[in-house]
């Protein structure tokens, strides 16, 4: 599983103009399921996630958690996130889970986020044709991959 990770100072998602996800403060956490990908590497990105020290402290050095500036997340899956360019110009999807591979796990990490953090989540729509808007705020963004553990 991999994700790609935008601290933000509010984001949002649209489908079809109608807006489904928006947050102010927090993460922009874009997932990509790819086919062996299991519970394990749901829990493992939670589990960063939840304590990722990304969010300026009083000192202004990035050394706060999501909890600890009472931001929420946004998640957004795109598989995409797991194409190939190695061959020719236009990208295979190839390693990227099918829908019912992928549906499962994706739901599993949003109840999962949610639980483990204890901070608001929202997101997307699966497989939608979705408009993301955002305030990156720093820039700050990463790459995180469960297979491997960065």
């Not at 922009?28 to 020290?53: F, H, P």
């Amino acid at each position: 599983m991999r994700i790609v990770i935008q601290r933000v100072r509010e984001a949002s998602v649209r489908v079809e103009g109608r807006i489904v996800g928006a947050i102010g403060r927090g993460l922009l956490v874009l997932v990509g399921v790819e086919e062996d990908d299991e519970r394990d590497d749901v829990m493992w990105l939670c589990q960063k996630l939840k304590t990722l020290r990304i969010f300026s402290d009083e000192e202004g050095r990035m050394n706060a958690d999501i909890a600890a500036v009472g931001g929420a997340f946004l998640v957004v899956s795109q598989f995409t996130l797991h194409a190939s360019t190695r061959k020719g110009n236009r990208p295979s999807f190839i390693r990227a889970a099918r829908p019912e591979k992928a549906i499962p796990l994706y739901q599993y990490f949003l109840e999962e986020l949610a639980m483990q953090s204890g901070c608001p989540v929202e997101s997307g729509i699966f497989a939608a044709d979705m408009q993301v808007g955002l305030v990156n705020d720093g820039p700050v963004t990463l790459i995180m991959d469960s297979k491997r553990k960065e």
